[in-house]
T-cell receptor, first 117, second 117 residues
Framework: AQSVTQLDSQVPVFEEAPVELRCNYSSSVSVYLFWYVQYPNQGLQLLLKYLSGSTLVESINGFEAEFNKSQTSFHLRKPSVHISDTAEYFC???????????????FGSGTRLSIRP | DAGVIQSPRHEVTEMGQEVTLRCKPISGHDYLFWYRQTMMRGLELLIYFNNNVPIDDSGMPEDRFSAKMPNASFSTLKIQPSEPRDSAVYFCASVRLAVSSGANVLTFGAGSRLTVL
């Protein structure tokens, strides 16, 4: 079974500062990894995903995450945050899909990113 | 596509009343998930369906909770009788499971915020 640990429940940073949101996973099989973002009063939206290939994946709004198999981590980073990045961020993991069954997506507990001007 | 549509967006009810939350998944998606989000427990998977059939309801907290999916375009989550501890945001999400390689990327609705007094 897979599990996801987000080590920080809240991360306050100043605008234009860099940020890293940590995520560690455990799984006995190869996995897919995701970061979802939830803006206030909205549902979750996919931010980026790792399926295979290059271990560094990027989103359209400047976030990036690096898959590190040896450390079983998928930390999310942004070199310079903006007020509009204020949201809750969820790391998620799912196992490889099989035609005969769905692979459930397991979410971490979330990290609330608050940006101070 | 209009995305995953949930109703109502907000519901305030009194303890003991029946609550019905509704979800319309994205057309063509064959999996539907119900999640509950609270400050204390984060995002919890309650139940999910494949082709309208419930696959795993192990996350449903009590017999007071029930979910149905009478057809591919509609699902309900019912709480009867409701209790104050059921207060949460309930999310519906859907996905189309492709047999070829790739990962499940859930599309979430905006959520139904339930307050039980």
């Amino acid at each position: 079974a897979q599990s996801v640990t987000q080590l920080d429940s809240q991360v306050p940073v100043f605008e234009e500062a860099p940020v890293e949101l940590r995520c560690n996973y455990s799984s006995s099989v190869s996995v897919y990894l995701f970061w979802y973002v939830q803006y206030p009063n909205q549902g979750l939206q996919l931010l980026l995903k790792y399926l295979s290939g290059s271990t560094l994946v990027e989103s359209i709004n400047g976030f990036e995450a690096e898959f590190n198999k040896s450390q079983t981590s998928f930390h999310l980073r942004k070199p310079s945050v903006h007020i509009s990045d204020t949201a809750e961020y969820f790391c998620a993991v799912s196992g490889p899909r099989r035609p005969s069954s769905a692979s459930k997506i397991i979410f971490g507990s979330g990290t609330r990113l608050s940006i101070r001007p | 596509d209009a995305g995953v549509i949930q109703s109502p967006r907000h519901e305030v009810t009194e303890m003991g009343q029946e609550v019905t939350l509704r979800c319309k998944p994205i057309s063509g998606h064959d999996y539907l998930f119900w999640y509950r989000q609270t400050m204390m427990r984060g995002l919890e998977l309650l139940i999910y369906f494949n082709n309208n059939v419930p696959i795993d309801d192990s996350g449903m907290p009590e017999d007071r909770f029930s979910a149905k999916m009478p057809n591919a375009s509609f699902s309900t989550l019912k709480i009867q009788p409701s209790e104050p501890r059921d207060s949460a945001v309930y999310f519906c999400a859907s996905v189309r499971l492709a047999v070829s390689s790739g990962a499940n990327v859930l599309t979430f609705g905006a959520g139904s915020r339930l307050t039980v007094l």
